[in-house]
């Protein structure tokens, strides 16, 4: 997905489509590629904002620790660039988590926001010290292993094993992450809050997308809050990447939900 630079802002960006604003984060050793099969799908009725978050992509990557909040003060820094007002700001597992600080924050520059494969929930103490590991592993031995281990249980466990092409490019992407900043981003989600509340509390609707076979962010951590304009969905067969796993369908989710604000 071809890039933009703004000038003074530390993140690289795509910007394609027209009509509302619709601002799509990836996750975790992801870059905007993540959205590549989804886009396509989406710009001819949105315009597409799909940055690069900080220590990703073709973004900086500077010396860590994170904070979630700075992840979301980038998109926020965005959206003045860009001279966008409002949009709907959807966030994939990490990016879902940057999603909620921005929502928490800045309510009022969004329309609506959500989580695709993420949750509310903080990590619980296994989480945070395998936080603390793949932070330092990544440090120690580059991305590559990491990635190489973890990018199929991103997968649902039979497509993992048909969609090798989809599956490469997941690792394509992975292999491209600075350990910098992916050293920086996993202590940031290590020590980011629980934030039912954000979505409890907000007067905007929210779409929350789960994985019907997805073992990092499953339905019952998807769903773990929502509001009275919630709109809660499962993608069935699917894992943790239904960006790759079942582009159409989460981008006819997006869609729905986005027309009908």
Not at 211 to 224: L, R, S, T, Y
Request: aromatic fraction near 6%.
């Amino acid at each position: 997905m071809e890039r933009r630079e703004q000038q003074g802002l530390p993140i690289r960006y795509a910007d394609r489509g027209d009509g509302p604003a619709l601002v799509l984060l990836h996750g975790f050793m992801g870059s905007a590629d993540y959205w590549e099969r989804v886009v396509p799908l989406l710009e001819g009725h949105f315009r597409c904002i799909v940055p690069d978050l900080l220590g990703h992509g073709a973004s900086e990557a500077p010396e860590g620790p994170y904070t979630i909040e700075r992840l979301a003060d980038g998109v926020f820094r965005l959206l003045d660039e860009l001279k966008i007002e409002q949009a709907v700001l959807l966030g994939h597992s990490m990016g879902g988590y940057t999603a909620l600080s921005f929502a928490e924050r800045y309510p009022e520059r969004l329309s609506a926001f959500g989580l695709i494969h993420s949750t509310p929930l903080p990590d619980d103490e296994a989480g945070r010290e395998k936080r603390t590991a793949v932070a330092e592993r990544v440090l120690r031995e580059g991305v590559r292993p990491f990635v190489e281990q973890s990018a199929p249980n991103w997968f649902a466990p039979d497509n993992a094993k048909r969609m090798t092409a989809e599956l490469d490019r997941v690792l394509e992407i992975g292999f491209g992450t600075n350990p910098r900043g992916a050293a920086g981003a996993a202590l940031a989600m290590r020590e980011r809050p629980d934030r039912k509340r954000v979505i409890r509390d907000s007067k905007l609707p929210v779409l929350l997308i789960a994985g019907g076979e997805d073992g990092i962010a499953p339905p019952e951590k998807a769903f773990a809050a929502e509001n009275p304009r919630t709109t809660k969905r499962v993608i069935e067969g699917a894992g943790h990447m239904s960006l790759f796993e079942a582009p159409q369908e989460l981008a006819r989710q997006i869609a729905s939900f986005a027309e009908s604000l």
